[in-house]
């Protein structure tokens, strides 16, 4: 079966930290991408993660371990702008991405 | 340097008419997906498709929907005798697995498709 869970909403203040989790058991694994989502628009490419370990990409970072199925993108000096929908995604063999329900970010000044 | 395009932005049908949407992925690309988002839903995987070929349609349901990418022009995804649950946002995204590491799937701005 294929499963990818992610909290449904998440607070946060401006200029703070925050975590976005995301487990997932799925048939096969290719890769996992987070995405950015704004209300009414197209979902936007964030990071990748393939192989266990942290990637790193200015504000944003993205964690795997594939051995837990489990991963994380930690959004640092949160701004205003940031207050958007982020989706976890696992890619399977056939190249299809299957994805979570999505995790509502509100960042409060 | 277009991205993804998708057309029409918004569509509105009656119960049982046809609907028709396109999908021009980005320069370069030659494999399209298409996804649907239902309203406080995550998206959905339909159909995976190359230039004249279908790769993947495990996620179409078996009847009123096809799909096509032919050797010109844009990726239709057709509806046929719409009912009120077809209702959503339909995201079309374009890859390059030749050009790209990651194969990193680009999305268009959907068609948001209202079923009256």
């Known amino acids: 079966g294929q499963n990818i869970d992610q909290p449904t909403e998440m607070t946060a203040t401006e200029g703070a930290i925050v975590q976005i989790n995301c487990t997932y058991q ?16 197209a979902p ?22 594939r051995s837990k199925g489990y991963s994380y993108l930690l959004l640092k000096e949160l701004q205003m702008k940031d207050s958007a929908s982020y989706l976890c995604a696992v890619r399977s063999y056939t190249d299809k991405l299957i994805f979570g329900t999505g995790t509502r970010l509100q960042v409060f000044p | 340097n277009a991205g993804v395009m998708q057309n029409p932005r918004h569509l ?12 021009s992925p ?3 690309h030659s494999h399209v997906y298409w996804y649907r ?17 279908i790769i993947d349609e495990s996620g179409m349901p078996k009847e009123r929907f096809s799909a096509e990418f032919p050797k ?34 680009y999305f268009g701005p959907g068609t948001r498709l209202t079923v009256l």
Not at chain 1, 44 to 65: A, I, Q
Not at chain 2, 12 to 23: D, H, M, S
Not at chain 2, 40 to 50: A, P, R, T
Not at chain 2, 79 to 105: K, L
């Open chain 2, 12 to 23: 509105v049908r009656r119960r049982g008419q046809e609907a028709r949407l396109r999908c």
């Open chain 1, 44 to 65: 936007t490419f964030l990071s990748y993660n393939v192989l266990d370990g942290l990637e790193e990409k200015g504000r944003f970072s993205s964690f795997l371990s």
């Open chain 2, 37 to 53: 988002q239902l309203p406080e839903e995550g998206l959905k995987f339909m159909v995976y498709l190359q230039k004249e070929n």
């Open chain 2, 26 to 28: 980005m320069k370069g």
């Open chain 1, 26 to 41: 799925t048939s096969g694994f290719n890769g996992l991408f987070w995405y950015q989502q704004h209300a009414g628009e």
């Open chain 2, 72 to 105: 010109e022009g844009p990726s239709i995804l057709r509806i046929q005798q719409v009912v009120r649950g077809d209702s959503a946002a339909y995201f079309c995204a374009s890859s390059n697995p030749w050009t790209s590491r990651t194969d990193t799937q």
